[in-house]
């Protein structure tokens, strides 16, 4: 039987009529996860990518990332000296972006800069937009980035909040998008920051959540 890839909760299923895609939705934490059996392999996922045009030239984009460095980074900017793009694309935007900032940004992405370069690193801040939903193992993912966030640091994420009702969520377009396979809301985000210590401390109840990383205990 398949259990939440969150909260190991049972799950009900939703089918899509229209595409005969089948979604299993949790109770518990509302995360949204649509059928293995669906996924696209690893270089249909490619191909879609490098369709993409993500670059300086979209000027929509990259307003995109300047508001959101505006409202999520720059109040917390005296906290921020490095930071890591995971899954950054090939555009680079939000990195130049935070490094005209005065924020030193290292760049990870599992097709266009598939040097692990965090490793035996920690972050002031590690961003992650637009990737969440395109993991098969979000909660592993989650607890790997993670350790490389420093104490006190932050963990930036960005994937457009789910709709709770069903028949909102089948016709939702982000599920259009073929990789696209899991899917959040605040309470799933809430979830995941209580049990792994993490403070939530600002979202924009749409697509964005801004976690900051509590210290360890010390021992005595």
């Known amino acids: 039987m398949k259990k939440c890839k969150i909260c190991n909760s049972a799950i009900t299923s939703i089918t899509d009529t229209k595409t005969q895609k089948i979604y299993h939705k949790c109770p518990a934490c509302s995360y949204i996860f649509l059928d293995e059996v669906f996924y696209v392999d690893e270089a249909y996922e490619k191909k879609h990518y490098d369709k993409h045009h993500n670059s300086f030239e979209s000027l929509g984009y990259v307003k995109m990332f300047e508001n959101l460095i505006e409202e999520f980074v720059l109040s917390y900017k005296k906290d921020i000296k490095s930071a890591l793009d995971f899954g950054c694309g090939e555009g680079e935007v939000l ?14 992405d599992l097709f266009y800069f598939p040097k692990k370069v965090y490793e035996n690193k920690k972050y002031d801040l590690i961003l992650s937009t637009e990737v969440f939903e395109h993991l098969q193992n979000p909660l592993e993912v989650l607890k790997e980035l993670l350790l490389h966030v420093e104490e006190n640091g932050y963990l930036l994420l960005m994937s457009a909040f789910h709709p709770s009702n069903d028949d909102e969520f089948l016709k939702w377009w982000y599920i259009r998008d073929v990789t696209h396979i899991g899917f959040f809301t605040l309470a799933t985000f809430e979830y995941l920051a209580k049990k792994n210590s993490l403070t939530i401390i600002k979202h924009n109840s749409k697509n964005t959540i801004l976690f900051q990383k509590k210290p360890r205990l010390a021992m005595y």
């Open 95 to 108: 990195p130049i972006l935070l490094e005209t900032n005065t924020i030193l940004c290292d760049r990870y």
